[in-house]
């Protein structure tokens, strides 16, 4: 419920000051191929600031005020993806999944898109499903950051890779974890 009203904000402000715009111009829709690069960038963009924020907030003084409530929940369903404190949702929710469009200055379009991707990406992270179009670690590599905490931390685990903190469980991940996860 934070998100739309953060965004308008944030857009609003940054053209208030000069600083940046989200394009929304209605005439003229970008092309496929520009969403796509505009889509991609963001990706990077939110691994990046996500990957930090997250790993900042498994600091004992932040995961213990602030990040522990996301953790209540070892074995995630999908809301529990935004089951955060506010400064968290903000810090590690909205800021990364903004920053993109932002810097980009996507237009309205890309960014809607880019927001339902990213959010339904969120979503299957915690489902517990593995669907069988998921060509990732998914949902594995997420379930196994609330089972073991220090690992993980990452969207897409390119950056946990680089810093040693990619572990996936030692179980097949085809096999359902302990709690009901199976393929839809």
């Known amino acids: 419920m934070l998100a739309i009203p953060f965004i308008t904000l944030l ?6 000051f000069g600083i940046l715009d989200l394009n929304m111009k209605p005439a003229k829709l970008p092309s496929w191929i520009e969403i796509a690069v505009h889509i991609a960038v963001c990706a990077v963009v939110e691994e990046i600031l996500f990957y930090y924020s997250h790993r900042l ?3 004992p003084f932040f995961y ?3 990040h522990k409530i ?21 810090l590690s929710n909205l800021v990364p ?11 309205i379009t890309t960014t809607w898109i880019w927001f339902v991707i ?13 669907f069988p179009w998921n060509l990732d670690h998914q949902p594995n590599f997420h379930d196994y950051h609330h089972e073991a905490f220090n690992f993980n931390f990452g969207l897409l685990g390119w950056l946990d890779k680089l810093h040693g903190t990619y572990k ?17």
């Open 64 to 66: 213990k005020r602030i």
């Open 118 to 130: 990213a959010t339904i990406g969120t979503e299957i992270h915690h489902s517990g499903y593995r």
């Open 70 to 90: 996301h953790h209540e929940w070892q074995a995630p369903v999908a809301l529990v993806a935004t089951y955060t404190h506010p400064v968290e949702f903000l």
């Open 57 to 59: 907030m498994h600091v």
């Open 168 to 184: 996936l469980p030692t179980r097949h991940l085809d096999q359902p974890t302990d709690r009901k996860q199976r393929q839809i």
């Open 11 to 16: 857009s609003a402000c940054s053209k208030l």
């Open 97 to 107: 999944l903004a920053c993109g469009p932002l810097l980009l200055r996507s237009h």
